[in-house]
């Protein structure tokens, strides 16, 4: 599942109540057509970000009200997440018991297959969690046209309840990130984040300095090029796993690479980690160096090649 968390969007841990969904999975669309679909994915982020804020300013809601979001090219919006109370269901049971997603699409539009597999992945990573299999639509709960026509017959027809094409559980995730242009100098000594500005093939408006999510097994070879370097100095890569709020932090591994020889200072050094992360975890690197030479020192380009197993 291709899963873009709350900590991407810059969120917070949801203030919403805590519950613990087990019913199942209920499908939501929006009133109106969205033409996500031909856009690029950097309007589905707006578009999530805008209905969170249409829902905690003008509804007044703790939080945006669905729990999860499929956008047309296949990703997994976190919305309240895990464990929540929803605000899209309509009733207190429903918004207890059963998960919430939207499709960020109207009446008009029917969802490519990349959205339809992304709401089979999200379903099997909720049977993954102790969750029943049951998908249902909103009108199931109330009176509503909600998730309009075309999705409530995918819904009956059992079309959500397939399994994703994109998932095998003996195959690997694999994720790739890039950093360029980054120009960040490094103080002798001083740990500096390792910043990725690129996530696949998709340019992302900010830096990232996340990799992965758990619960998974991971592989992470993380490659960096650095300028400045007096010859043979030392360079130190470490990769921390951050918990999911952000705030409690755990050194998992640290090394230490001796500089190669190279010329006009500049050099290129990897390390490959493996570990697991736990749920909802994160993995970030930090680069240092002991160089003594005068020049200083930049961290100039990054390369992450992440792969997971979920479990
Ligand atoms: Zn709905
Ligand atoms: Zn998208």
């Known amino acids: 599942m291709q899963l873009v968390s709350r900590s991407d969007l810059g969120w917070g841990a949801s203030g919403a109540d805590s519950a613990n969904p ?23 982020v707006s578009y999530w970000k805008s209905t ?5 300013n003008t509804n007044g809601w703790a939080d945006i009200g669905y729990s999860f979001g499929a956008c047309p090219h296949g990703y997994v919006f976190e919305g309240r997440g ?16 059963w ?23 999200l379903r099997s990573y909720l049977m993954q969690r102790g969750v029943a299999g049951a998908v249902r639509g909103h009108r199931d709960f109330t009176s509503t046209t909600c998730p309009g026509n075309t999705l409530y017959r995918m819904v009956e027809d059992g079309t959500f309840s397939k399994s994703g094409e994109s998932k095998d559980d003996d195959m690997p995730e694999h994720r790739r990130y ?34 992965a999510f758990g ?21 130190q890569l470490r990769a921390v796993e ?22 006009n200072g500049r050099a290129h050094f990897t390390h490959t980690w493996n570990g697991n992360c736990v749920d909802g975890n994160r993995l970030r690197f930090y680069v240092t160096h002991f160089s003594t030479g005068d020049e200083p020192v930049v961290l100039e380009s990054s390369d992450a090649s992440v792969h997971t197993w979920s479990y």
């Not at 969170?52 to 905690?56: K, L």
């Not at 605000?87 to 018991?97: C, E, K, S, Y």
């Not at 939207?102 to 297959?113: I, Y």
């Open 22 to 44: 087990t019913q199942g999975l209920v499908v939501h669309y929006d009133g109106s057509d969205q033409g996500l679909a031909g856009k690029a994915h950097s309007a589905c």
């Open 52 to 56: 969170r804020d249409f829902h905690v």
């Open 82 to 97: 895990l464990k929540k109370y929803q605000a899209a269901q309509g009733t207190t049971a429903g918004n207890r018991d």
């Open 99 to 121: 998960y919430s997603v939207t499709l960020m699409s109207g009446p008009g539009e029917k969802p490519p297959s990349a959205q339809v597999n992304a709401v089979r992945d």
């Open 178 to 211: 890039r950093g360029r242009d980054l120009d960040v100098r490094i103080p002798r000594g001083e740990w500096r984040y390792v910043p990725f500005n690129q996530r696949g093939s998709q340019r992302l408006d900010s830096f990232d300095y996340s990799v």
């Open 215 to 235: 619960p998974a097994q991971f592989v992470a070879s993380v490659g960096i090029r650095l300028a400045g370097l007096a010859p043979g100095a030392e360079v």
């Open 242 to 263: 951050v918990s999911a709020s952000g705030d409690a932090w755990e050194i998992a591994q640290s090394y230490a690479i001796n500089s190669p020889q190279h010329t």
